[in-house]
């Protein structure tokens, strides 16, 4: 039996990077969470009962922003409890927070990949994910100032 592993990600450039790690779904019993948007929604075709999708939201849309992130909590915990992951992979970012904290509580291990995007500044949800992780991967060795604890993987792509 395959390890069941859960890979979740903000849209757009952050599921880019996550899709790098496509080669991996081959090797787990793996699911894909991320935002509903409409230039993903052929990953339901091309995985077929292993995606689901949360609300798409941005912290641009400051009034609406709270609410949707307190409902993908909400549906972040089903899908966690539904697929049972022993492990959590994300590339951040806001989607990836909340189930980072959901395995940390139910025993998951964390791994987090901070996005390649940032070379000597830390993102949010990396500030925060990263005291809980398990792994704390970064992509630019600069990184590694920021983060003592973490290692360098290099480039994701």
């Known amino acids: 039996m395959k390890r069941k592993v859960l890979f979740i990600s903000s849209t757009g450039g952050h599921l880019a990077e996550l899709l790098q790690l496509k ?4 090797k787990y019993d793996f699911h894909l969470v991320t935002e509903k948007t409409k230039s993903n929604e052929w990953l339901k075709e091309e ?3 292993k995606v689901d999708y949360l609300i798409y939201g941005t ?11 307190l409902i993908n909590c909400f549906r972040s915990l089903f899908i966690f409890l539904k697929f ?10 806001h ?16 791994i987090y990949i901070e996005t390649m995007a ?9 500030r925060l994910v990263y005291h809980i ?7 630019w060795e600069s990184m590694l ?3 003592p604890k973490a290692k360098y993987g290099g480039w994701i792509y």
């Not at 940032?118 to 990396?126: E, P, Q």
């Open 133 to 139: 992780a398990d792994l704390f991967v970064v992509q």
């Open 23 to 26: 080669p991996m779904f081959k």
């Open 118 to 126: 940032n070379i000597h500044t830390k993102t949010l949800t990396g």
């Open 145 to 147: 100032e920021l983060y």
């Open 47 to 49: 995985y077929p009962g």
């Open 84 to 93: 049972k992951p022993k492990v959590v992979i994300t590339t951040g970012a």
């Open 95 to 110: 989607t990836g927070g909340p189930m980072c904290c959901i395995a940390k509580i139910f025993g998951a291990k964390v």
């Open 59 to 69: 912290k641009s849309h400051f009034w609406i922003y709270p609410f949707k992130l």
